[in-house]
């Protein structure tokens, strides 16, 4: 019995020293670099920083780069789990768990969604900086005070329009917390639009797919639906728009004939929430998704549709406005779209995942950008009221 208890003790030890030992070793001769757990002696102890020596080591482990494939390919072949991103829906669909999480947790008129943070003292009042609804205002009265009106514009995310395909079994409608927001903001006197309206409608009529089925994004059939309606919107917030105004000589189109036109095309995707999954045969498990999309060209140039700083108009917004637009086919997203029915161009700042904080940032760093504005639009998907990059943080213009 003895014997057994140090074959355990030492066995133990072996295991814990020498993961260690061999992974310290790998670094310094195959890696040529400094071992990782010397930073456990560089930094203070704090929370912070212990979580993020443990999550840089996981990443760089030589045995869990081995392993993870082969589990996450198991776990998938076994259970059809594809986690911890990705939530697996009926018929072959995939949904980002951000997505999905945003609707069940607590909304921000919820004190949960406060726990563990702290408020702030600004302006003489206490804030909580993780509402959303503080940031939204203080950007608004900033661009108020240089005369530009803004425009306030969640996206659905796929589960808010799709709960069907999140589980089969689902009857009805998700009742998105977004909803809640935008009454929100209209009892403060927001301008905003309602996107859901619009999809759900589309999706009832059945006639588009207006998501894609792996992919955290919308079709360009779900964009365009979008475009519509924003366009409108924008037109009745800036009217007398001049497709010409401030644009350059053989820029422009005809005094008073149309700009763009449209092409047709189709592409094919190879959905987001797919890769998120890593596992090692997800290109034999899922395929590419052919859509077909409507890139946006200028009819003076004949070359694709391209953003101009001179704009009276401002986007800012997040990879729902980059898709299409800046990767294939290009000049097909949804601010394309936008300029196509507004026939006039459109400035804008896209940051993927930034919606929330990163792209104001990036306009204080670039405030031309705001001259000659009538409008700034700002558009988010409504999973970043929750889980937006860096939070809804204030941003000073200058």
């Known amino acids: 019995m003895r014997k057994l208890e140090w074959a355990i003790v030492v066995s133990l030890l072996a295991v814990a020293a020498g993961f260690p030992l061999f992974q310290a ?43 993870r494939p082969w589990a996450l ?42 726990k563990g943070t702290f408020d702030t003292l600004v302006a003489g009042k206490r804030v909580n900086l993780r509402n959303p609804l503080v940031a939204m205002m203080d950007f608004r009265a900033q661009l108020a005070a240089r005369g530009i009106k803004l425009l306030l514009v969640p996206i659905p995310g796929k589960p808010s329009i799709y709960p069907d395909k999140l589980y089969a079994g689902f009857r009805g409608e998700a009742i998105s917390p977004t909803l809640g927001l935008l009454e929100d903001l209209k009892r403060r006197g927001f301008e905003t ?24 994004h919308w079709t360009p059939q779900g964009l365009e639906i979008a475009a519509d309606v924003l366009a409108a919107r924008i037109k009745e917030l800036a009217p007398g728009l001049d497709p010409e105004a401030g644009l350059g000589s053989g820029d422009s189109a005809k005094a008073g004939g149309p700009r763009f036109a449209l092409k047709d095309t189709t592409i094919k995707r190879w959905g987001d929430i797919a890769e998120m999954t890593k596992v090692p045969e997800r290109k034999s498990i899922w395929e590419e998704e052919a859509v077909e999309a409507h890139p946006v060209t200028d009819l003076a140039t004949q070359k694709p549709y391209h953003d ?9 917004g997040d990879s ?14 949804v601010i394309a779209q936008v300029a196509y029915r507004l026939n006039c161009p459109l400035a804008s700042i ?5 919606a929330s904080t990163v792209v104001r940032q990036q306009l204080a760093r670039r405030p031309e950008l705001l001259k000659g504005k009538k409008l700034v639009v700002w558009t988010f ?14 941003t000073n213009l200058p």
């Open 73 to 114: 390919q198991k776990r998938y072949d076994v259970f059809k789990e594809v986690a911890p991103k990705s939530v697996p829906g009926a018929e072959g669909w995939l949904f980002y768990n951000q997505d999905v999480d945003y609707l069940l947790d607590p909304p921000y008129t919820d004190d949960r969604f406060y």
């Open 308 to 316: 101009n700083p001179d704009s009276p108009i401002l986007w800012l």
């Open 381 to 394: 998907v409504e999973r970043d009221l929750r889980f937006g990059s860096k939070g809804w943080a204030l």
């Open 350 to 354: 896209v940051n993927d995942g930034g």
């Open 25 to 67: 070793i790998h670094e310094a001769a195959e890696q040529k670099e400094s071992p990782h757990v010397f930073e456990l002696f560089r930094r203070a102890p704090t929370k912070e920083n212990l979580h993020r020596w443990d999550d840089n080591a996981k990443d760089r482990s030589v045995f869990a780069k081995w392993l």
């Open 193 to 216: 639009v309602d996107l859901f309206t619009p999809l759900m409608r589309a999706k009832a009529e059945g006639r588009f797919q207006l998501y894609l089925k792996r992919d955290t």
């Open 320 to 333: 729902f406005s980059r898709i299409y637009q800046t990767d294939a086919p290009g000049s097909a997203g």
